[in-house]
C-alpha cells in the first residue's frame, strides 16, 4: 500500500469537472463563482496534473527498479512553451476538459491563454532540448533534463518607434502549478577559495578550499509522454543562500550586510543571459555554469544511484549529453569527485568520466565558442583549473605520441591556449572529454570535421558523427495545426504522431483533387486563426488572399534578415519606379518575429529598419495593399505555434556555411510551407527529402563562399554592376523611411557596402530570381499545393522521435525499457 500512488481521476467530464472545483476550492481558496481566470486557470492545471501523477510516480519506480541505462541531458536552457495544452494532448483529455470547463460556464482557450510560457532559453539550442525531453518520453526512455529555474527567462519584446526595448519576464509571478520543489534534496554548491596538499595516511591528495557557497534547491518538472502512461522528470535548480553563508554577519548584528549577501547568492539564478553568439566572458554566467552541473550530478550519484553505488559502474547508468559547450564544467567536476573525493586513481577516474559524457556542438560562428579566460576560472573553481590543465597536458603528450615533432599542432589544440590571453576553449575540453562529438546537421557535422575541429578529426575520426535535428510533432503538428493533424488522421489514422515516417503515405493524395482542395481549407484556417491571434494581440491586419512570407528566428546578421528586407525594398522601389505597377505584385505579407541581443547593437538596428520599412509600405497606397510587413513583438513559442500553420513560405536564407543546422525550417515544411533557401545547415536535407522542385534554391554555396572570402570580397562591386541592387539600398539611403534623415540607417548600408560580412550583396541577384520562381509557382494554385502535400509527406525524417533514435544508437547505447 505505501508503495501504490493514488488512483488516476477517471477518464471523464463527471470527474474532471469534480477534481477541478476541489482544486478550486482546497487550492486556490475561492469558489467558482468568485474565481478569477488566474484561479480557473490554475485549478485546471493542477487538475490535468493529477492525471499525470500517478504515471510519474511508476515512471519514476519503474526506472529505479530496472537499474537501466539513463541520458542526464545537460542543458543551460530549455524552452519549453505553455504546458498545459501539451499535457492536455499527451492525456488524450482535450474534449474532456474543453466539456467540462463549458459545463462550469468557462472557456478552455480562454484558461489556456492565460499561461504565461516558460522562456528558458533563447532560440534554437533552448528549443531542441525541449523537443529531446518530450521524444525520450514519448519512447519511454529514462531521461532525466537538468537545467536551470530563471526566475526571469528571455527578456519580454516591445517596440517603441519601431526599435527594440525589452523589458524583464516575470513569468513565476502569477504561480506556477506545473512545478515541484524540492527542498528537502537540496545540494551545496562550492566556489573560490584555493586548493592544498594533504597526507592521506601516506597517500598524498589534494582538496579544495572553497570559501563561498550556495544551495541549489531542485524544482521537478513532469515531461509526459503521449499517450503512453510514461512521464519523465525535468529537474530544474534554483540557488538560495546557505544558512553558512550569512550566519556569521548575522551574529555580528550586520542584519544588513547578511541580506545583501543572501541576494547575491539568489542572483545565480535571477535572469537567463540573452545572448547567443557572441557570449561575453561573464563572471555570473561560469556561476550560472557549475552550479546547476554541480547539482546535476551530485543529485544523479547521490540522489538517483544512492550512496552505496559503486561508482566503477558509473558509465553502465548514465550518459551525460553535454548541450554545447555550457555544462562543460561538469568534466572537470566528475574528475574532482571521483579523484578528490572517492579516492580514484587518475587514470582510472579519467577512463570512466571518459564514457558518461558525449557533447554536441551548435555552432560554426568562430565567436560563438565559449572560452573562459584562466583568471577567472581559476579564481572562481580554482581546483577544476588545475584538473583541467591536467588533462591537458595528459592530452597533449598523446598528441605528441600521434604526431612526433609537430609543436605547432600541439599549440593548435591545446584546451589551454594563449592566443591572445590564457584561456580556456571549452569546445575542445568537451571534443576531448566526450565519447563523441556530434554536429547538429550533414553540412554542420562535416564542417565541424573539416575546419572547427579539423585536428582533434584526425586524431580521433570514430568520435565525430552526425545527428541531425529534430522537432516534437506532438507540440509543432498536433498542438499548433489541429486542422492539418485531423486532416492527416482521416487519410492515415493516427499512428504518424509517434511514427512520422508514415507521412510517406500522404505523398499519392498529392494528385488528389479533393484532397488537395481539404488541404487548402486546412491552411486557409490556419491562416484565419493566425489572422485573428494578431489582430487581438499586436493589432495588426492579415489580409486575405496573400501568400503568407514568414521569417522567425532570432536577429543575426548571419541568418540574413537584410536580405529578406532588401527583397521587399526592392519591390516597392520597383512599383515607384514604374518599372512594375501595383498590380503586377503578387499579394504578398511578409512575417517577421525576431528578437535581438540587448547587446547587439547592428541587430538592434536592423529590428529599427525592418518597422520602418513596415510602416511606409503599409501605408502606402500606391501598393494598393499587396505587399505589407508585419512584425509582432516578442515572438516567442507561443506564437510561432501560432504563426507556422499559416505559413505559405519558410524564409532559410542564411549564408551558407553558418547555419548548424536550422530547427524552424522543419517545423515550417512540416505544415506545408515551401522552402526559399540556401544550401545551409538541414536545408540541405530537407531539399533532398522534397526534391528540388518542391524547393527554392538559391545563393552561394559553401565552398563558393569560401572561394569567393579567399579571393577578396569586394561588395561594392554587386552595388555597383546590379541596378537594381543599386536602386533598394540607395531607397533606404534617400531618407523615405525615416522622414527623411538620410543617416538614419547609414550604418546598416554601410557595413553592407564596405564589409557585408554575410554577402547579403553577392546573393542578392539570386535571391530576387529564387522568389520570381516562387511569384509564378504560387499562382498555380493546384501546383502548388501539390508542391506543399510533397513538402508534408516527406518530412517525417524531421522527428525528434528519429533523432532521439540515432542518439541512442550511435552515441548513448541505451534502450527502451
Ligand atoms: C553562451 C555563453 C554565454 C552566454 C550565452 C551563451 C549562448 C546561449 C545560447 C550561446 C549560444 C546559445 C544558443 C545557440 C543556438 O540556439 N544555436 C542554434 O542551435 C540550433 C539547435 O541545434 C540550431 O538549429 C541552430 O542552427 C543554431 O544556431
Redesign the pocket.
Known amino acids: 500500500l505505501a508503495k501504490a500512488p493514488v488512483a488516476t481521476p477517471q477518464h471523464s467530464v463527471d470527474a474532471f469537472v469534480k477534481v477541478f472545483l476541489q482544486e478550486l476550492n482546497t487550492g486556490q481558496g475561492v469558489t467558482l463563482s468568485r474565481s478569477t481566470v488566474n484561479d480557473q486557470y490554475l485549478a485546471l492545471a493542477r487538475t490535468v496534473r493529477q492525471y499525470l501523477m500517478t504515471r510519474w510516480l511508476e515512471t519514476s519506480r519503474h526506472y529505479a527498479e530496472s537499474g537501466s541505462k539513463a541520458i542526464g541531458y545537460l542543458s ?2 530549455y524552452l519549453l512553451g505553455r504546458q498545459l495544452g501539451n499535457a492536455l494532448l499527451a492525456t488524450d483529455l482535450g474534449e474532456v476538459a474543453e466539456e467540462a470547463m463549458r459545463g462550469c460556464g468557462l472557456d478552455l482557450a480562454r484558461l489556456r491563454a492565460q499561461e504565461v510560457e516558460p522562456g528558458l532559453g ?5 528549443r ?1 532540448a525541449a523537443c529531446f525531453v518530450d521524444s525520450l518520453a514519448t519512447m519511454g526512455i529514462p531521461c532525466i533534463g537538468y537545467g536551470i529555474r530563471y526566475e526571469y527567462g528571455i527578456f519580454k519584446q516591445s517596440f517603441v518607434d519601431g526599435r527594440q526595448v525589452e523589458q524583464p519576464d516575470p513569468w513565476l509571478a502569477l504561480g506556477n502549478p506545473w512545478e515541484f520543489p524540492h527542498p528537502e534534496a537540496s545540494v551545496q554548491v562550492n566556489f573560490g577559495g584555493h586548493t592544498e596538499t594533504y597526507d592521506d595516511g601516506g597517500v598524498q591528495r589534494t582538496r579544495w578550499v572553497p570559501d563561498w557557497n550556495v544551495v541549489g534547491v531542485p524544482y521537478n518538472y513532469m515531461v509526459p509522454g503521449y499517450h503512453n502512461g510514461k512521464v519523465n522528470t525535468l529537474r530544474l535548480w534554483s540557488a538560495k543562500a546557505t544558512n553558512a553563508f550569512d550566519l556569521a554577519l548575522f551574529n555580528s548584528g550586520d542584519y544588513p550586510e547578511a541580506v545583501r549577501a543572501q541576494t547575491f547568492a539568489e542572483n545565480i539564478t535571477k535572469v537567463l ?1 540573452p ?3 557572441t ?2 566572458g ?1 563572471e555570473l ?1 561560469l556561476q550560472q555554469q557549475y552550479f546547476f552541473v554541480a547539482c546535476s550530478i551530485r543529485d544523479f550519484i547521490e540522489r538517483v544511484l544512492g550512496p552505496d553505488f559503486d561508482l566503477h559502474q558509473l558509465p553502465e547508468r548514465i550518459i551525460f549529453q553535454l548541450n ?1 559547450t ?1 555544462p562543460v564544467i561538469a568534466v572537470p567536476e566528475l574528475m574532482r569527485i571521483l579523484v578528490d573525493e572517492r579516492h580514484f586513481e587518475w587514470d582510472e577516474a579519467w577512463q570512466i568520466t571518459k564514457q558518461c559524457f558525449a557533447y554536441t556542438c ?2 560554426l560562428l568562430p565567436e ?1 565558442l ?1 572560452v573562459w579566460p584562466t583568471e577567472l576560472l581559476g579564481r572562481l573553481l580554482p581546483r577544476h583549473l588545475e584538473i583541467i590543465r591536467r588533462i591537458n597536458a595528459d592530452f597533449l603528450d598523446e598528441v605528441r605520441a600521434s604526431f612526433p615533432g609537430d609543436e605547432q599542432r600541439v599549440r593548435n589544440m591545446s584546451i589551454i591556449s594563449d592566443d591572445p590571453n590564457s584561456s580556456v576553449r571549452m569546445a575542445f575540453l568537451a571534443t576531448v572529454a566526450g565519447t563523441k562529438v556530434n554536429g ?1 546537421a550533414e553540412l554542420h557535422s562535416q564542417l565541424l570535421a573539416d575546419k572547427v575541429l579539423h585536428d582533434f578529426d584526425e586524431l580521433w575520426p570514430e568520435k565525430f558523427t552526425n545527428v541531425t ?1 529534430g522537432i516534437t510533432p506532438r507540440r509543432f503538428i498536433c498542438l499548433a495545426n489541429p486542422w492539418l493533424s485531423e486532416l492527416i488522421s482521416d487519410t492515415l489514422g493516427v499512428g504518424w504522431v509517434t511514427d512520422l515516417e508514415r507521412l510517406a503515405e500522404l505523398e499519392p493524395y498529392a494528385q488528389d483533387p479533393d484532397f488537395r482542395r481539404a488541404f487548402r481549407e486546412v491552411k486557409q484556417k490556419a491562416k484565419v486563426h493566425a489572422s485573428d491571434i494578431l489582430r487581438a494581440r499586436d493589432g495588426i491586419e492579415l489580409p486575405p488572399g496573400h501568400l503568407v512570407d514568414i521569417m522567425i528566428k532570432r536577429l543575426h546578421e548571419y541568418k540574413r534578415q537584410t536580405l529578406k528586407l532588401l527583397h521587399v525594398v526592392s519591390l516597392y522601389e520597383q512599383v515607384l519606379s514604374g518599372e512594375i505597377t501595383a498590380s503586377q505584385l503578387q499579394p504578398r505579407t511578409v512575417i517577421f518575429g525576431a528578437k535581438a541581443a540587448p547587446g547587439y547593437w547592428m541587430a538592434k538596428e536592423i529590428i529599427h529598419l525592418i518597422n520602418a520599412v513596415g510602416s511606409v509600405i503599409n501605408t502606402d497606397p500606391r501598393l494598393e495593399g499587396r505587399l505589407k510587413i508585419a512584425f509582432p513583438a516578442n515572438y516567442n513559442v507561443t506564437l510561432a505555434e501560432r504563426l507556422i500553420p499559416a505559413a505559405d513560405l519558410s524564409e532559410q536564407i542564411s549564408l551558407a556555411g553558418l ?5 524552424g525550417n522543419m517545423k515550417l515544411a512540416l505544415n506545408g510551407a515551401l522552402t526559399i533557401g540556401t544550401d545551409d ?1 538541414a536545408n540541405v536535407e530537407i531539399r533532398r527529402l522534397v526534391g528540388d522542385e518542391n524547393f527554392f534554391l538559391f545563393g552561394l554555396s559553401e565552398p563558393e563562399v569560401a572561394a569567393l572570402r579567399d579571393s577578396g570580397y569586394r561588395p561594392r562591386q554587386y552595388y555597383e554592376s546590379n541596378p537594381q541592387l543599386r536602386a533598394a539600398l540607395d531607397l533606404i539611403s534617400s531618407g523615405i523611411f525615416s522622414n527623411g534623415n538620410r543617416e538614419a540607417f547609414a550604418p546598416i548600408v554601410s557595413s553592407l557596402l564596405n564589409e557585408d560580412r554575410f554577402m547579403v550583396l553577392a546573393d542578392f541577384q539570386s535571391y530576387m530570381e529564387a522568389q520570381l520562381r516562387v511569384r509564378e509557382a504560387f499562382a498555380d494554385e493546384e501546383e502548388w499545393t501539390k508542391k506543399a502535400i510533397l513538402n508534408v509527406a516527406r518530412c517525417g525524417f524531421f522527428s525528434s522521435d528519429r533523432a532521439m533514435g540515432d542518439y541512442l544508437r550511435e552515441i548513448w547505447h541505451a534502450s527502451a525499457i
Not at 122 to 126: A, D, F, H, K
Not at 659 to 663: K, L
Open positions: 543551460a536552457e533563447n532560440g534554437g539550442l533552448g531542441l543571459y545572448e547567443d553568439s557570449p561575453q561573464r554566467r554545447d555550457h551548435h555552432t560563438a565559449e547538429v535535428n547555419e548548424a543546422s536550422g530547427t545547415g
